[in-house]
């Protein structure tokens, strides 16, 4: 089976967008830009690297730059099994489950860094990457600190990032470095995430999740809190607001995909972080890391070679020769009249409408089978039909 990893802050760099600047997905970016009220192009293009740093500006282009990837590789007929995304990546995660849409999973993601940026202000912190040393080790040098010092990310087999005040970081530093660690890592970030230091911005955000109100999927996300698959809408209002001060456990999500069959793991968004720490946790795992329009390619070999074919089941995954149609907005779609499975489809065809938008195949193609039924409610970007190409 096969699992969508989205990393989070710290993934963005400067001109991140430049390679899909002429691709279709990018409608995303202006669609984004609309729904934050910023310039997200001029961010993924021309922002410098301090600038990037800066918490909302970080974690607004690194969730905006996953979703391009995601969208590419839906259009590609690509789907999983499973998602997981690394703390600001499980809002991406979500939202490509469907547990947000679009636009919520974009406001959410700007409340959620508007409020870390303050909190990270009026609670100066900071965060050390601790190499070498076993958790409970880690755990340990926090403790001797006796200060205000956390562990905030379980990351992979030797691989903890520690949390909290300056002093309390360099404590449970020196501490970390008695028990054996190989090297501490001072980490370029504005405050102490994943720790009771971001409690003002986890009371903060707690309304904007309600509002969003979390719906029901069918590919299961495995949460940062517990390391538990969840796929009912009604749990991830504690689980966000949890996962604000609460350690990332991306160690304990990555075994707990394995444990549910998973042998494939994508990362889809700037960096190759995720890669990184699945090759450490997870022994013959099969990794990719797809960044930019050229990495498709290499997706769809990697796809298809996941089994042979006789041992490939239907419905399994998508294959190259597979299109996905997905709706331009969000509403009830409406399918038009006279196209059944098995209809040659022209590119531009008028598959249905949702609202006053027309729902047209991007592909040449014949129709296999609606997604969407007549009067479903659907949200952006969620599949409507698929089709095999000519």
């Known amino acids: 089976m096969l699992a969508f990893m989205f990393p989070g802050q710290g993934s963005q760099r400067p001109g991140m967008g430049r390679p899909w600047a002429d691709h279709e997905s990018w409608e995303l970016v202006q669609e984004a830009s609309e729904i934050a009220e910023r310039d997200v192009a001029r961010l993924l293009l021309d922002a410098d690297a301090e600038e990037l740093r800066d918490t909302r500006n970080a974690q607004l282009t690194t969730f905006v730059s996953s979703l391009m990837v995601l969208d590419a590789a839906e259009r590609l007929g690509i789907e ?15 939202t490509a489950s469907g547990v947000l849409g679009f636009d919520e999973g974009v406001r959410l993601v700007c409340e959620r860094a508007d409020a870390m940026h303050q909190a990270g202000i009026d609670n100066p912190g900071t965060m050390a990457a601790v190499l070498g040393l076993d958790d409970d ?8 600190a006796d200060a205000d010092v956390w562990v905030a990310n379980f990351n992979a087999p030797g691989q903890v990032v520690i949390a909290g ?3 309390g970081v360099a404590a449970a530093s020196a501490h970390a470095k008695e028990l054996g660690a190989k090297k501490v890592m001072p980490l370029p970030v504005s405050g102490a995430f994943h720790t009771p230091f971001m409690t003002p911005a986890r009371d903060r955000l707690r309304k904007a999740i309600a509002e969003a109100n979390p719906r029901d999927c069918e590919v299961p996300v495995v949460s940062n809190v517990d390391a538990l698959a969840h796929s009912e809408g009604s749990e991830w209002s504690s689980l966000l607001s949890a996962q604000l001060g609460s350690p990332v456990r991306w160690k304990h999500c990555l075994l707990t995909l394995a444990e549910s069959g998973v042998t494939d793991l994508a990362e889809l968004g700037p960096g190759g972080v995720l890669t990184g720490m699945a090759k450490r946790t997870l022994d013959g795992a099969r990794t990719i890391s797809v960044a930019t329009p050229e990495d498709l390619d290499k997706l769809i070999e990697w796809v298809s070679a996941t089994a042979p074919v006789a041992q490939q089941h239907e419905g399994e995954h998508l294959f190259a020769v597979e299109r996905l149609v997905v709706s331009p907005a969000a509403g009830v779609f409406t399918p038009v009249g006279g196209i059944a499975d098995g209809t040659l489809l022209e590119v531009g ?25 007549d009067g479903e409610r659907v949200t952006l970007r969620q599949p409507i039909a698929w089709l095999r190409t000519v």
């Open 80 to 94: 999983p099994s499973f998602c997981a995304g690394h703390s600001l990546g499980e809002y991406t995660a979500l």
């Open 137 to 144: 080790q880690v755990e340990v040098a926090c403790r001797r």
């Open 165 to 167: 005040s300056t002093e």
């Open 349 to 373: 065809t008028v598959l249905g409408h949702i609202g006053e938008a027309e729902v047209r195949s991007p592909f040449a193609g014949v129709l296999q089978s609606y997604i969407a039924v």
